[in-house]
């Protein structure tokens, strides 16, 4: 197997081709102490030690450092992973150590989101913020129901009873004002149920 190009990839790192094809990344010291130089020859057990140890065990400790800083979904973590230009296997064999230890859950994940944001957000624009950070539907769903169940009143239609506070809203409203006001709050992302509900509320009864 040949090293056929060495190309940059950032003031530290450089992507390795072997026999034609992308291989990895390795840092410049790295490619100093494994002797790899274009145009000659990578050893069996170099590229072995490579491949199966420093990369995976750096792509182990890029997820975790990623994770410190901040929670990620399974998605997001695996974009994050590609980005440094590490194969779908390890990438995968990654994402299944993090599960193993529930460093990388989801299903808390969801939890966690859906209920700090069940008052200040609709559960629509909530479903749709988890399923572009790649949380499946099913999962939203189940926990929306159980978080909603645990709250004494609805809280989608406390939160849009609030926002027609702030608009000033009145039972006697013109009909043009209803519609507008509707509108709003539709594109806030309130279901019609909620919306009817909090305005044909007692507070604000004429």
Same mark, same amino acid.
């Given at each position: 197997?040949?090293?056929?190009?060495? @190309?940059?990839?950032?003031?530290?790192?450089?992507?390795?081709?072997?026999?034609?094809?992308?291989?990895?990344? #390795?840092? +410049?010291? !790295?490619?100093?102490?494994?002797? *790899?130089?274009?145009? @000659?020859? *990578?050893?069996?057990?170099?590229?072995? !030690?490579?491949?199966?140890?420093?990369?995976? +065990?750096? =792509?182990?400790?890029? =997820?975790?450092?990623? #994770?410190?800083?901040?929670?990620?979904?399974? $998605? +997001?973590?695996? @974009? /994050?992973?590609?980005?440094?230009?590490?194969?779908?296997?390890?990438?995968?064999?990654?994402?299944?150590?993090? /599960?193993? $230890?529930?460093?990388?859950?989801?299903?808390?994940?969801?939890?966690? $989101?859906?209920? $700090?944001?069940?008052?200040?957000?609709?559960?629509?624009?909530?479903?749709?913020?988890?399923?572009?950070?790649?949380?499946?539907?099913?999962?939203?769903?189940?926990?929306?129901?159980? &978080?909603?169940?645990? @709250?004494?009143?609805?809280? !989608?239609?406390?939160?849009?009873?609030?926002? #027609?506070? +702030?608009?000033?809203?009145?039972?006697?409203?013109?009909?043009?004002?209803?519609?507008?006001?509707?509108?709003?709050?539709?594109? /806030?992302?309130?279901? =019609?149920?909620?919306?009817?509900? &909090?305005?044909?509320?007692?507070?604000? =009864?004429?």
């Amino acid at each position: 197997m040949i090293v056929s190009g060495i @190309e940059p990839f950032d003031n530290k790192r450089s992507k390795i081709f072997i026999d034609g094809e992308f291989a990895f990344v #390795l840092y +410049k010291g !790295e490619i100093r102490d494994y002797h *790899i130089r274009a145009g @000659e020859e *990578i050893s069996s057990p170099v590229l072995n !030690e490579i491949t199966n140890e420093v990369i995976p +065990k750096r =792509a182990k400790k890029r =997820a975790m450092n990623l #994770l410190q800083k901040r929670d990620y979904t399974e $998605y +997001k973590l695996t @974009e /994050k992973l590609r980005e440094g230009l590490y194969s779908d296997e390890i990438i995968a064999d990654t994402i299944e150590f993090l /599960k193993s $230890y529930h460093y990388l859950d989801d299903e808390r994940y969801a939890d966690d $989101y859906i209920r $700090y944001h069940l008052n200040d957000k609709s559960r629509s624009r909530i479903r749709q913020d988890l399923i572009q950070k790649g949380i499946r539907s099913e999962i939203i769903d189940r926990i929306l129901e159980e &978080a909603v169940s645990d @709250e004494n009143e609805d809280p !989608e239609i406390r939160l849009a009873t609030e926002l #027609l506070v +702030k608009k000033h809203f009145t039972g006697d409203a013109s009909y043009e004002d209803k519609q507008k006001i509707m509108a709003f709050l539709y594109r /806030k992302g309130f279901s =019609a149920d909620a919306i009817h509900k &909090a305005m044909s509320s007692d507070r604000f =009864a004429t």
